[in-house]
């Protein structure tokens, strides 16, 4: 029992935890007891969303045990989780024992292979609508798993933009330019030029992982995925 199982309506948390008796006509001997789980109760809910948990499990199955305590997950619950391995494909996180549940992104899609990266802090929250636990990884991911992408994309540009069709990225220094000037150049480094360059890649990438080589990046939905290697 915690602060998860305690509930919005005061008069409801009268005896909802045995930990801490809050029913009328306590007795007074009762209240540093009392005190002293709320406290406790606190305490775990800061570390449960503070980072203090660190997942476990193996391969894709990523497991968390609280502090708080979660006996049912439900719509307001929200968990900061350390990874401890990167993901090789779809994941599932079982949280206190409740069952592993389906763990996407913010538009319902899977994880791209390696989107979980080791030491990250993702928070999960759970989704009644998708019945499993999700992540904003674009936001948070956060940066790892984007810049990821954006290294890769980076490295495969050209340095020279002759030769080049119309409308092409090439590095120019550290900026990204193009051979058009209705496609002005922009620093990967600024918010805007992240942004417009995510847009340029997913825009740029194929659709099916067909015909690809290991390691390898296209577009899984709305996911940036990449072909596993052999």
Partial sequence: ????????????????????????????????????????????LAADQGGALRSGGVGNSYVVNTASGIRTPRRGISILVEIDRANTDAVTLNVDGTGPRPWLDQSGAQFPVGSLQPSALVRATWSEARNGWVSDLIGGLTVAAFDVVMRLWWASLPTDPRGLGPAAPWRNGDIVAWTTTTNPGFTIDSPAGRRLALRLISEALPTSPD????????????????VPNA
Avoid: E
């Avoid at 005896?15 to 775990?44: F, I, N, Q």
């Fill in 1 to 44: 029992m915690g602060v998860l199982d305690w509930v919005t309506a005061p008069a409801r948390n009268a005896d909802v935890d045995p930990a801490v008796r809050a029913a009328d006509g306590t007795s007074a001997r009762d209240l540093p007891s009392a005190l002293r789980g709320v406290m406790a109760a606190s305490a775990a």
């Fill in 211 to 226: 015909g690809l080589d290991p390691g390898d990046a296209w577009m899984n939905g709305g996911s940036i995925a990449f």
